[in-house]
């Protein structure tokens, strides 16, 4: 029996290594791609600005709010939205097909179009079909299938899954999109996009007139009235609802909505987040058998034949049955997410992404309805980075709902190395031994030693562009006993809780947080028996251990005792935010945790809630540039504290670089995972601090100071990057 | 019927002209010498034109073939294969958008409207509301939702090959709306 549950073991743990090199392998030839760097890159970079200009004079929050009332409405109502659909569509001379698979939902499709005789399809863009394998399984029966829509007809050409979920073809050039118009067309295509555009008229006109049938996909379907809703902007979408006898809609049961009125909230916010404009240049409602000509010789017309295929499939049912996915039925597909997120904008879709849906969210519809082996390796691309619920058309957890497939997958496929990693964190002194062990051998830090393998994920990311810092020879839990804290008159109690960065590598920036809180009259502990957070283990999926560690830390931290818990580092805040999530409610360990995570903040937000915001400072001129931790900005809510301490510091001048919320790409475990994508990032972040020609970088994460600190000095730029506990302790002399 | 405000004109306008699209103000006596203009102003010689009362009133067919312009008025579904113009009356505008709506099930007003090159679409200055949300109400009060409604909102576009923005794909590679002041 052992035997067998080790070879299974085994086997699990190759089939996941070759997996991952895969991915591995596909992460480098989407960064060898120079269109896509090009183009995405551009895109993206663009994208927040355009984004903003569109959303001018409209309440975006308020419209989120609308959205996500409206659409789970539809949810908790969906089989009366399904019901009330079917019946107001039939009214009107519709007939409705409900699936409940996308197997069933295929096959009905096959025997219509046999039925019918169709021989030739146009097909505007309809994700749902490419579920179905819509092209594949009707090109298999001898039906001729033509995408309408330019980016789906070039990759369709190219023989390619699309990119991202909006702009399907972008990782292909103009040169590239000559050479298989050419070869489509069999006349000479010049590699000029206003030619290519014309070429794609000429092409699809022909096909529009002659087709038998046409095909959508809904952006809205409304059940009070029956009317479905298609949105182009190169009036494809119009043509084959327009030309072709028979219509045919496939949509999926997350697109009802339950008013007519309601899909207003929806076309709000897809142009805007979609393509950045106010609105495309079409948008199309259909209710019922609408009219169309039956003959062009004679002019005869009647209504049409008009079908709705609704994708009632049990992927579908498994999203609206668990809790925490549940939210993913409120997605409108405007791929706003895709566009914001730093992974995103440097591998596109190929990699982080399936055959139909790409990104963050494309990971979770990956998941339910498309492979969830796929979903399992791209789970891992995202930096936890948060960006995308900041624009997301319905205020989807994007994030959190990453993490949470990653613990499915953790529970039910337990890799087995990073466990081991894992397991060592939580092992409190198993973990601190490895760290002295370390500050006393520095060189088995060097990449391709041995020992790396056996460190906790998030300090071995020795990596490209980017230089490693030096444990500490004396950890601050060997310093603190021997701190002096001069605080004549105290006004209340803190206990630090330091986590793995500032206990073994930045003492000092330990040491200035006490100081700074000395300062305005408050005594600091360090609670000795403190472990590691447990965010590395929360973020690879392992539940067990983060609750291992929450418990520790509860236990050790003994909030009972202090005023106030303070941290230096956002990620360990977040971390210990969660801790009640771990225990049940009720339970003695869960009030204690809610009684530890209320007590703690980060410093910035503490100092300043504790009145240490003063006009204080050597007076000394620098230049300051922010770079905003993900942590800190998007799951805490803290940006401006930290601003106002450096700005009222005399002799700070603060220069915003740009997009100084970007994330730097050290997303806890994430840099060593994929090292690929995370230095790109850096070197981002790096180009928007060298412009701003600051003498000194402020950071309020640790992560983030390794991070910036190892890539500024692989570049040689002498520029310094210092904590804002810091900045205060030296600039107000505390030191 | 109240008429259009110059404030509010000018407001469709600047929001069609943002998108590509272009916007002129005519009286009802004068529309069909305004379209026959605009037509020949881009030589189009045939054109599909889905009558209308108002059309009718003002005389825009007659208007058309006078400046030689060969126009159809059956058999859109054919002729608009090949006719370079077209030419239909929306039932609303949306001002803060420069967005033409169509209400109506009339295959042929579609035909019009998308298979042609050039597009003119008429409107009455007294149907141009100010907001997207009031046009959405309006609908929304509709007796009977008809079997198709539709927003047009400038030329046909895409930014598919390398982000760039072009005009002129499956649709129109050129929207006009003509605001006609009522009486
Ligand atoms: S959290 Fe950041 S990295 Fe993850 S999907 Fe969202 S934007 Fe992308
Ligand atoms: S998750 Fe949000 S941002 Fe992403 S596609 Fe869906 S609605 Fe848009």
């Known amino acids: ?735 | 019927m109240s008429m259009i405000t110059d404030e509010l004109y000018e407001c469709f306008k600047t929001n069609l002209e943002a998108v590509g699209g272009s916007c002129v103000r005519s009286s009802k006596a004068e529309l069909g010498k305004t379209v026959a203009n605009l037509f020949k102003g881009i030589d189009i010689a045939d054109a599909c034109l889905v009558e209308s009362p108002l059309f009718a009133e003002a005389g825009v067919k007659a208007a058309m073939e006078a400046a030689g312009i060969e126009t159809h008025t059956d058999h859109i579904r054919l002729h608009g294969e090949t006719d370079k113009g077209g030419i239909s009356e929306a039932q609303y505008g949306i001002a803060e958008l420069g967005t033409l709506v169509q209400v109506s099930d009339n295959i042929d007003a579609r035909i019009a409207a998308i298979m042609p090159e050039y597009y003119i679409g008429v409107v009455k200055g007294s149907a141009i509301v100010p907001e997207y949300d009031e046009m959405f109400f309006k609908l929304a009060q509709l007796p009977e939702i008809p079997g198709f409604m539709g927003f047009i909102t400038g030329p046909s576009r895409t930014a598919d090959i390398e982000c760039v923005s072009t005009i002129g794909v499956h649709g129109p590679l050129k929207l006009t709306a003509i605001v006609v002041d009522d009486e």
């Open chain 1, 1 to 735: 029996m052992a035997v067998l549950v080790d070879e299974k073991v085994r086997e699990e743990q190759e089939l996941q290594q070759k997996r991952s090199s895969e991915l591995k392998q596909e992460i480098h030839d989407a960064l060898d791609n120079t269109t896509l760097a090009r183009t995405l890159g551009n895109f993206c970079k663009t994208y927040p600005g355009r984004r903003l200009k569109s959303y001018e004079g409209i309440d975006f929050e308020g419209n989120r709010e609308k959205i996500k009332e409206v659409k789970s409405y539809a949810a908790d109502h969906v089989d009366e939205m399904i019901e009330k659909f079917t019946t107001n569509c039939e009214k009107r001379g519709g007939h409705v097909f409900h699936a409940h698979s996308t197997e069933e939902g295929m096959e009905f499709i096959r025997q219509l179009v046999k039925e019918k005789g169709v021989k030739t399809i146009v097909k505007s863009k309809s994700m749902a079909s490419e579920e179905l394998k819509f092209n594949h399984v009707l090109g298999d029966d001898g039906v001729l299938v033509q995408e309408t829509d330019l980016g789906e007809f070039i990759i369709a050409l190219e023989g390619n899954t699309p990119v991202h979920m909006v702009m399907p073809a972008l990782h292909l050039n103009k040169e590239q999109v000559a050479d298989l118009f050419t070869e489509y067309t069999k006349v000479e295509n010049k590699p000029i996009i206003s030619e290519e555009v014309k070429t794609a008229r000429k092409v699809m006109r022909e096909k529009f007139i002659t087709a038998d049938m046409g095909v959508s996909g809904a952006n809205v379907a409304v059940a009070e009235t029956g009317t479905v809703f298609t949105m182009t902007n190169e009036g494809n979408g119009r043509m084959v609802g327009t030309l072709p006898k028979i219509h045919l809609y496939i949509f999926g049961i997350e697109k009802f909505v339950d008013k007519f009125e309601d899909a207003r909230y929806i076309f709000k916010s897809l142009p805007r987040n979609g393509t950045c404009q106010r609105i495309t240049s079409y948008i199309s409602m259909y209710t019922g058998a609408n009219e169309v000509v039956l003959d062009k010789e004679t002019d005869e017309k009647g209504p049409k034949d008009f079908y709705c295929v609704i994708l009632d499939d049990p992927g579908r049912r498994a999203i609206l049955a668990e809790p925490e996915f549940r939210q993913m039925y409120e997605c409108i597909r405007c791929g706003a997410c895709l566009d914001v997120c730093p992974a995103f904008a440097l591998v596109g879709g190929h990699v982080f992404g399936s055959n139909v849906y790409t990104g963050g969210i494309g990971t979770m519809l990956t998941h339910f309805l498309v492979s969830d082996e796929r979903a399992e390796q791209i789970q891992n691309i995202c930096l936890q980075c948060g960006r995308c619920k900041e624009v997301c058309a319905a205020g989807l957890q994007i994030p959190e709902m990453i993490m949470k497939l990653r613990e499915k997958s953790a529970e039910e496929h337990p890799n087995n190395i990073k466990k081991f990693a894992l397991d060592a964190v939580s092992d409190r002194k198993l973990f601190h031994s490895m760290l002295r062990i370390a500050s006393v051998a520095q060189a088995p830090f060097t990449k391709g030693q041995p020992f790396i393998r056996h460190l906790p994920m998030f300090l071995s990311g020795l990596t490209e562009g980017r230089s490693f810092p030096n444990i500490a020879k004396v950890p601050f839990r060997d310093i603190f006993p021997t701190m002096i804290q001069k605080v004549p008159e105290v006004k209340g109690n803190i206990a630090m809780f330091g986590g793995c960065l500032l206990d073994f590598v930045y003492t000092d920036l330990a040491q200035d947080v006490i100081l700074d809180l000395n300062s305005i009259g408050y005594k600091v502990d360090f609670p000795m028996d403190q472990a590691c957070c447990g965010c590395p283990a929360s973020n690879m999926g392992d539940v067990e251990n983060a609750r291992k560690e929450a418990e520790i830390n509860i236990e050790a931290m003994h909030a009972e005792d202090y005023d106030y818990i303070v941290s230096a580092c956002p990620s360990c805040t977040h971390q210990i935010r969660q801790y009640p999530t771990f225990f049940e409610e009720g339970t003695e360990m869960h009030k204690r945790a809610v009684t530890l995570a209320e007590k703690t903040f980060d410093f910035a937000k503490l100092f300043v809630m504790l009145g240490g915001l003063a006009d204080e400072g050597d007076g000394k001129e620098l230049k300051v540039t922010y770079h905003d931790s993900c942590h800190l900005k998007r799951s805490l809510g803290v940006f401006q504290e930290q601003r106002d301490l450096l700005s009222h510091t005399k002799g700070v001048e603060i220069v915003e670089m740009q997009d100084s919320d970007q994330c730097c790409g050290f997303g806890g475990s994430y840099s060593v995972l994929y090292p690929e994508i995370s230095a790109p990032i850096l070197a981002n972040k790096i180009e928007n601090i060298k412009e701003t020609c600051a003498d000194c970088v402020a950071v309020d994460c640790p992560g983030c100071m390794m991070q910036i600190r190892g890539g500024l000095d692989a570049r040689d730029i002498p520029m310094e990057v210092k904590h804002t506990a810091t900045i205060i302790a030296e600039k107000r002399g505390l030191r």
